[in-house]
């Protein structure tokens, strides 16, 4: 176990922490509460805390075929849905199925773009607001107007394409279903943004197209 896969691991459980026990320095709190003593956040839940710690240690322990990563059965989830549309021709049903089933959310999410006119709102639900990013991605940049990551995908996919379990690539997934994916998010919640084209590096750029055309 590297000591960056020993960082990342802890900056997860961190932030879980973090998001739980953020209380004290909220808008509106008392003086009082300002000043009382820290706490995690997990109080009463050491448990479950201690189940997420025990699942980060086995994950990275395992080493064999390859070195898994903390993101690996989510990727193996997403690849498996990707390589049975791909199969039947059928990633456009795919990506709409997705869309339907985070509709509710994006579409709250255009309520409170339309009263505020904050766009950058529609990249913090894309991101920052949902689980189903931050755990599938390890880091992600932000900035205003832009959001970019490494593609998650190159670790499983060189370690199952030997074994014939997958025959896609990290272009052809950008492609096929990251771009089309992402730009049908931004429809909903009624803003305008642009995903970078594929590169070796495998950087993935989603930045506001407001904010394109004013660079």
Known sequence: MTQRQIALAAATVLTLIWSAG????????????KFAAETSGFEGREEALG?????????LNNTEPYQHEMNDALVKALLSQMQFAKDRDLMPELI?????????????????IDQTGNTELALVAMFERTACHYQLVDETHAEAGLRSYTSPYKTVLDATRRLEQFDMTEEWIHNNWTIPRFLGMAKVMGVNITVSPWNEEGRVIVQLADRVAQN
């Open 96 to 112: 709409e199925h997705d869309r339907r089933v985070l509709l509710p959310l994006l579409v709250r999410t255009k309520k409170y």
């Open 51 to 59: 189940r997420a710690l025990s699942t980060v240690i086995k994950t």
């Open 22 to 33: 953020q209380t004290a320095d909220k808008p509106g709190a008392d003086v009082a509460s």
